[in-house]
Structures are given as structure tokens and as C-alpha cells.
């Protein structure tokens, strides 16, 4: 995961493992209330990692 912000929320961008390291799968926003986690809001779609300037493939660890 990597640590992000969409609409002035934190957010998650979550990738998935592949043969050759890790390839996008989805943003979590979370929605913060009175210091706590209200809401997770998923999307599962790798077209806002490019807008949110995020990597497309992250390395084997």
C-alpha cells in the first residue's frame, strides 16, 4: 500500500502482487470523523493511480 489523499480525505493506494512485484488494484478513501474512521470508500479501478501520480508496479520487497 501506499499512503495517498483524494478530495482532501487520506487515502490508500492498494496493489495486488504479480509475477514480477506488485500492479494497481484500488484506491481507499477514508472518510475522518471527530478523529475517527466513518467511512472506507473503495474503487477498484487502476485509472486514478496515473492522476494521482501514483507508480504503476511497485518492486518484489
Known amino acids: 500500500m501506499v499512503v495517498t489523499g483524494a478530495t482532501g480525505q487520506p487515502a490508500l493506494a492498494v496493489y495486488m502482487p504479480a509475477d514480477d512485484g506488485h ?25 486514478p493511480f496515473d492522476r494521482f501520480g501514483l507508480p504503476s508496479r511497485l518492486p518484489v520487497d
Request: hydrophobic letters at 60%; aromatic letters at 8%.
Open 23 to 47: 500492479v494497481p488494484f484500488a484506491i481507499k478513501v477514508l472518510t475522518i470523523q471527530s478523529g475517527l474512521i466513518a467511512a472506507i470508500t473503495g474503487f477498484v479501478h487502476v485509472g
